[in-house]
Nanobody, 125 residues
Framework: VQLQASGGGLVQPGGSLRLSCAASGRTIGNYALAWFRQAPGKEREFVAARTRSGGSTIYADAVKGRFTISLDNAKKTVYLQMNSLKPEDTAAYLC???????????????????WGQGTEVTVSS
């Protein structure tokens, strides 16, 4: 599976962006799908995930209520809709896919086998 992330850019505080992560190769509908982010000088952190079953979505507390992860299975594309953006959301955003990720470890980056390159999001006035 190869993942290609896109959609980042510069946005003012309070604005919105939608990130996309297109998969090539195998169908990813039964994979755990996630977004992580990494700001300069900081650890990579979990943002949002869709579980392998597709029955649940999980969010970091910092983005809950503002971000939404979704999957278009036909397009093999995962989206991250980001609303009410804040300067602290500034980071490189990376998508990931895990064919074996278990529910209890969904937030753990080590559970994901496939990673896309980062797409930069800058929130600034």
């Amino acid at each position: 599976v190869q993942l290609q992330a896109s959609g980042g850019g510069l946005v003012q505080p309070g604005g919105s962006l939608r990130l996309s992560c297109a998969a090539s190769g195998r169908t990813i509908g039964n994979y755990a799908l996630a977004w992580f982010r990494q700001a300069p000088g900081k650890e990579r952190e979990f943002v949002a995930a869709r579980t392998r079953s597709g029955g649940s979505t999980i969010y970091a507390d910092a983005v809950k209520g503002r971000f939404t992860i979704s999957l278009d299975n036909a397009k093999k594309t995962v989206y991250l809709q980001m609303n009410s953006l804040k300067p602290e959301d500034t980071a490189a955003y990376l998508c990931a896919a895990g064919p074996r990720t278990i529910l209890s470890n969904t937030r753990n980056r080590a559970e994901y086998d496939y990673w896309g390159q980062g797409t930069e999001v800058t929130v600034s006035s």
